[in-house]
């Protein structure tokens, strides 16, 4: 929420179009890969401790406001930024109401972030006004606000930011009240039916806008004509607007100061990419789940300023990517889900300063592996459900750089791993494959600097855990072959840095394990799944006061138990299973 | 105890608190003062005068000082600060940067 209010968000298109469109929040039986980002593309979420820093007394006054919060009528003699703080910690705690917002009339606020805040209506926006000429931003995502709550904003001409992502109760006609905001310079309406061409020819006198989010918004074909104006224009997400095709391209060419375009998962072809040729300015392109062809690249080819680009799922085969040899700025590449092999790979030879390059099921084996030797900077490599093998693992020897390295299901085998273990670099590696033994495992006890570990189907036994004592640095670790018992995991209980655990499907582990792991206390999530756990074992989370989420799946655990457990001694829980 | 390992706090009603020189370090404004190389008179004399802080408050935030250095140094107990105090020691806390 704080990242969609903040004016500084240049990293946040980015930061959504790299992840690869798939919601993975709850992948592989339960595992919690949401509280700590995806495993190849990881985002730095919040799940540092607490640490035992000692409160200052400016948030403990602010505590103690948001616990009496009903006692305050008004906090208007306060200089603006602590009512700010005062106000974004009701909002975290969720202890704002429509009357305690009461108390924050003409306080001069700058900042109102309440997307996805529950029961915010009409009702809420006379106080936001209030703020006037101070207000710079304001989410109400996923709120009831309607037109007439819109129109009561027209006052606050300092706006710089709004954010109505996922309002369905907001018209066409509500979105001429944004006519005279030329001071806005960010626009969200995601999943928005207001977003219809009459709605976007409200936004044509907004000549400073540099962000427009229309995601998901249904009605947007034929009204880019209107934003003709909008010269200033940096960034345009319209991911998922299936209605989007190739005459909208041709309005989309004229913004020519272009950065950012999303244009993912809608309906254009080789002839609406052919538009974009003189978007001189581009440097992230997402066309993801497109149906393209080799024609395409030759438009893309003419991209030269090009960091970022998505042509994930998007059918191409080999054919044509010669075309994009020139694209010497590219520095994320995402090639998954397509039918692509060794004849292409050959033509990213000379991509030098690529990072991150995504072969997610392409038709990759080990000898395609040899044209990556020359990408000395290359951090990021996503080669799961490709046919590479032990022996294409010797090409990546060289790659110093190497941070992340997606291994599974593949064909790699125990006797390929010790090619890895001079990757000093490396800080993940996912080996979720059967044929991954603890000879394979013992093989990696170099890599002290791995710092993410997934071993999920890998056939890790309690005599493999031993080498796990070499990775002191490991935030997040699954290991779910089902061939551990409680003996294994006390190899795993000195790992004291992880944050994620996730020993689902060994059946022979009990409540020890519970007691085993109850040292390692930054725990945000453990998952223990398909075990023999009992009621009684819970007793031992209770040191774990960073968790967020448990979950006990197919135990011999209820969801009573798992709620006396939150509410006596692990407040931060937020999700459990079974519930 | 040395003169020099004590502070002389003054309120805007001429109230002295005398504390402990460390436990005013707790405050990254009275830091500054005191640590700065010959800049401030406060520097010198070890005297600082708050005439927008009252004695109520004053005495609050000296409180907290001390409180703050035995939460760092483990004994982890709850501030108790009164609601009708709380507005004023959040400008206060605000203008010493505690």
Known sequence: M??????????????DGVRTGVNRRYSKNGSSKWLLGTPFFRTTSGCQGEGGSCPSLMELCIHKTCQDIDKYRSFSV????????????????????????????????????????????DSWIDVISSQGSSLLSVDLSGSDVTDSGLALLKSCS?????TFNYCDHISANGLRNFNGLSNLSSLSFRRSYAVTVEGMRAFSSLVNLLELDLERC???????VYLKGLKKLKSLNIRYCKCVTDSDMEAISEFTNLRELQVSCSSITDAGVSYLKGLQNLVLLNLEGCQLSAACLDSISALVALSYLNLSRCGLSDHGFDKLSGLKNLKVFNLAFNNITYACLVHLKGLSNLETLNLDSCRIADEGLA???GLLLLKHLELSDTEVGSNGLRYLTGLMNLESINLSFTLVTDAGLKKLSGLSSLKSLNLDARQITDIGLAALTSLAGLSHLDLFGARITDSGTQYLRCFKNLLSLEICGGGLTDAGV??????????????????NLTDKTLELVSGLIALVSLNVSNSRITNDGLQHLKPLKNLRSLTLESCKVTAPEIKKLQSSALPNLASFRPE | ME????????????????IDRKAAMVSQFLRNMLTSPGGFAETENGIVRFPEISTTILEKICQYFYWSRQYASGKETEFHIEPELTLELMMAANYLHT
């Open chain 2, 3 to 18: 003169k020099e390992e004590t502070v002389k706090l003054i309120s805007s009603d001429g109230f002295e608190f005398i």
């Open chain 1, 78 to 121: 306060l200089p603006r930024d602590i009512s700010q703080q005062i106000f974004d910690e009701l909002v975290r705690s969720h202890c704002l109401t429509d009357v305690s917002l009461e108390a924050f009339r003409d306080c001069a606020l700058e900042d109102i972030c309440l997307g996805d805040y529950s029961g915010v209506d």
């Open chain 1, 218 to 224: 249904s009605g947007v074909h034929g009204g880019f």
């Open chain 1, 158 to 162: 300092s706006l710089q930011a709004l």
């Open chain 1, 371 to 373: 044209n990556l030797t």
């Open chain 1, 2 to 15: 704080g990242g969609v209010c903040s004016r500084k968000r240049g990293n946040q298109v980015n930061e």
């Open chain 1, 490 to 507: 006390k190899n795993i209980k000195d790992l004291t840095s992880l944050t994620l655990l996730n020993l689902s499907q060994n059946c």
